[in-house]
């Protein structure tokens, strides 16, 4: 089969099924996980398909259904442990101030601070805050904003203001999808405008992400690559994917 009939032999059966996982294609058509992907984003920019969180639904769905965070949280835990433990290694020196984005990777890297490393933190995730509230090594900083329900973080224009005040040795981001094209992205407008905050507002960016978000693309790009310095990964992602990322100027850091 060649790739353009395989394309259109995909879109057909996302449209008749409604969402279709990555792994469910790469299967029934009996190629890698990477082709697929590649299927996927030439489908896109068609305008055939919509890439969601490790697969597809129809362009027409009015809407990329975003996951809540106890959602995200059951999915890939072992490996978003395995990133959390490994981002521990970018933190800055003694005395530094670190910038910490809701997420259910980023709730596991903040649990697990060492307790002899004295910080300032600034996080808009309320569970972050919860956690770490209290702590006698911590000096903890919640910024101000609405409270979003799917994701527990504050966002909106005051948040957005906070951040740009800001000047943090290291933001630790999360993010709904990473590709070279699109860079990082989610599917919430102020999601996203917070994110971008955080970048601009760090000398160092990383982002923790399981691989199963490398190859994908959400509508808000909030991040160019050339704006994020590393990638803490898991050994799921593909040969491929990682040198694109690198050849992009990304250090990945596989935990």
Do not use: W
């Not at 969180?53 to 027409?60: D, I, L, Y």
């Not at 101000?144 to 948040?159: E, M, N, S, Y």
Request: aromatic content about 2%; overall charge negative; some cysteine.
């Amino acid at each position: 089969m060649y790739a353009e009939e395989r394309q259109q032999a995909i879109a057909q059966l996302v449209g008749e099924r409604g969402r279709l996982s990555v792994a469910a294609i790469a299967e029934q058509f009996g190629v890698t996980t990477e082709t697929v992907r590649r299927d996927l984003s030439a489908l896109e920019r068609m305008g055939l398909v919509r890439r969601v969180h490790g697969g597809a639904v129809p362009a027409s769905s009015l809407a990329v259904i975003e996951s809540g965070l106890g959602e995200r949280d059951q999915a890939n835990t072992a490996e978003k442990e395995l990133i959390a433990k490994a981002a521990i290694d970018e933190l800055p020196p003694v005395g530094g101030t670190v910038l910490i984005d809701a997420g259910s990777t980023t709730i596991r890297f903040a649990s697990l601070l060492p307790r002899d490393h004295r910080l300032t933190v600034v996080t808009h995730a309320v569970p972050i805050a919860a956690r770490l509230a209290g702590l006698p090594h911590l000096d903890l900083h919640l910024l101000p904003g609405r409270v979003r329900t799917t994701t527990q973080a504050a966002v909106g224009a005051d948040t957005v203001e906070a951040l740009e005040r800001l000047r943090v040795d290291v933001a630790f981001l999360g993010t709904n999808g990473i590709t070279v094209d699109h860079g990082l992205s989610t599917p919430d407008h102020d999601e996203a405008a917070a994110k971008r905050a955080m970048v601009g507002a760090a000398r160092r960016v990383v982002c923790l992400s399981d691989s199963s978000k490398v190859g994908t693309e959400t509508a808000i790009r909030f991040a160019r690559l050339v704006e994020i310095d590393a990638l803490v990964t898991d050994a799921g992602i593909t040969a491929a994917d990682r040198a694109g990322l690198e050849d992009a100027g990304l250090e990945v850091v596989i935990a």
